[in-house]
C-alpha cells in the first residue's frame, strides 16, 4: 500500500494551512475591473485526513488550490504547507497533484506513462518500477497496464492520474474535481481509490462541487462560498448542523421544531420574533410557524396551539423561549431538534451568503 513520508513539519501536525488569504484578480479593459476570488479564508488541514473544498461554482475553490501550489500568487494573508511557505520548492516536491483535466499523451500504456511521471519526479528505474507495481495495483490498472491509453475509459484515465500523483510517495494529494465528468461506474471508481488512500491514513485535500461526492470520501471539510468559508470542520459535525463557533453566520446552532401553546389572543408570530429577538442572540435562520395553528380555538379553551420549526438557535435562545411561553401563561409542549443533512446545512450557508451579498 501507499505510505506517507514521516516529516518534520513545526505546525503541530497541520499539513495545510491558511490565514485570512486573499486574491484579487485582475479583469478587464487594461485588467482595470477586479475580481476578489478570495476575501480572508482561513482553513486548516491536518495529517491523515481526505479535507474537501466545496463550494458552488466561482466560490474560489480552484483559485486556492494555485495558490496552494505555487501556480499564482496570493494577494495577502498566509498559506503554508508543512509549515513552509506554500509554492516554495521545498513544499512542492511533497505534494502530489491531480489537475481537473490531465492530459496523458495517447501514445502511452499506462506503465510507460508513469515511468514518464516518475523521471520527471527523478525516481531512478527500480524506484519507478517498484512504485509503478503498487500504484497500478492500488488505481485497478494491473492488469492494463501494457494497453495503449487510447482504450481508456475516463474513469481509467482518472485512475491513472492518482497514480501519477502518488509516483513520489507525497505527503499531501491535491485533487481538483476529482469525480467531474465522470460517469457513475467512473465516478464509483475514482472514489473507491481516494477511499483505500485515506483508510491508508494519506492526506488528500481535494475540491468539488458535487456534495454527494464530497459527502462519501471526506472526513474534513470547508464550505467556500464567494471567496469566504462559510463553515469548516469534521464532516460528521458539519452533516449534523454543529458548524464552527468561528464560521461566518454559523455559530453552533441547530434547528428546532417546537410544539406550544399561547393564550389564543397572542399572535404566534409576533410572540416568537419578539421573545427570541430581544437577547444577546437570536435565530440566524428563518421561523417557520404552522398556520393556521395546529389546534384551533374551541369552545371554553382560551389558547391555541402552535407548532413551529426555528432554524439556528442557540441553547440561550431556547431558554429564552422557554421562559417567554411561560411567562405569556402559555406551555411547552414539544420540543425536538431537527436532523439536519449536509445539504441542509450547505444551502442554507449558501444562500444566507448570497442574500448577506445582495442585501
Ligand atoms: P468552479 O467550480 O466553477 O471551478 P471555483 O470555486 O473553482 O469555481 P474559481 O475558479 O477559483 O472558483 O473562481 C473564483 C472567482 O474568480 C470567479 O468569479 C472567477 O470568475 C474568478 N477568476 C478565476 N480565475 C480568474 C482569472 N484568471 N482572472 C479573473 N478572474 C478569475
Known amino acids: 500500500m501507499v505510505s506517507s513520508t514521516a516529516s518534520s513539519e513545526p505546525n503541530s501536525g497541520a499539513i495545510v494551512s491558511v490565514e485570512d488569504l486573499q486574491k484579487t484578480y485582475r479583469s478587464g479593459w487594461l485588467g482595470r475591473g477586479q475580481v476578489q476570488a478570495l476575501r480572508g479564508v482561513s482553513l486548516r488541514a491536518e495529517r491523515g485526513q481526505v479535507f474537501g473544498l466545496l463550494g458552488p461554482n466561482g466560490a474560489g475553490k480552484t483559485t486556492l488550490i494555485k495558490v496552494l501550489l505555487g501556480v499564482i500568487g496570493s494577494s495577502g494573508g498566509r498559506a503554508s504547507l508543512f509549515g513552509l511557505a506554500a509554492g516554495s520548492a521545498t513544499a512542492r516536491r511533497r505534494v502530489g497533484y491531480l489537475p481537473e483535466s490531465l492530459r496523458i499523451d495517447r501514445h502511452h500504456t499506462a506503465r510507460t506513462a508513469l515511468r514518464y511521471y516518475g523521471r520527471l519526479s527523478g525516481l531512478d528505474g527500480a524506484a519507478i518500477r517498484s512504485r509503478s507495481d503498487r500504484l497500478l495495483d492500488l488505481v485497478g490498472l494491473a492488469g492494463r497496464d501494457r494497453e495503449s ?211
Open 149 to 359: 491509453v487510447r482504450r481508456f475509459s475516463k474513469g481509467m484515465l482518472q485512475r491513472l492520474g492518482l497514480a501519477q500523483a502518488l509516483m513520489h510517495d507525497p505527503d499531501l494529494l491535491v485533487l481538483d474535481e476529482p469525480t467531474d465528468g465522470l460517469d457513475p461506474v467512473g465516478r464509483s471508481e475514482v472514489r473507491g481509490v481516494i477511499e483505500r488512500l485515506r483508510d491508508d491514513g494519506k492526506t488528500i485535500f481535494l475540491n468539488s462541487h458535487i456534495l454527494h461526492e464530497v459527502e462519501l470520501v471526506c472526513t474534513h471539510l470547508a464550505i467556500m462560498a464567494s471567496g469566504r468559508v462559510l463553515a469548516t470542520g469534521p464532516l460528521a459535525a458539519l452533516r449534523a448542523g454543529q458548524l464552527d463557533e468561528n464560521a461566518e453566520s454559523a455559530n453552533g446552532r441547530k434547528i428546532i421544531e417546537t410544539e406550544f401553546s399561547l393564550p389564543a389572543d397572542v399572535p404566534a408570530g409576533a410572540f416568537l420574533r419578539q421573545a427570541l429577538g430581544e437577547g444577546e442572540c437570536e435565530p440566524t435562520g428563518p421561523i417557520y410557524l404552522a398556520d393556521p395553528p395546529i389546534r384551533t380555538l374551541r369552545h371554553g379553551d382560551e389558547s391555541a396551539d402552535h407548532r413551529a420549526e426555528i432554524t439556528g438557535v442557540n441553547q440561550a435562545d431556547i431558554d429564552r423561549l422557554v421562559d417567554a411561553i411561560r411567562a405569556a401563561g402559555g406551555s411547552l409542549m414539544a420540543m425536538t431538534p431537527q436532523r439536519v443533512t449536509l445539504e441542509d446545512t450547505f444551502m442554507r450557508l449558501v444562500q444566507q451568503a448570497s442574500t448577506a451579498r445582495t442585501s
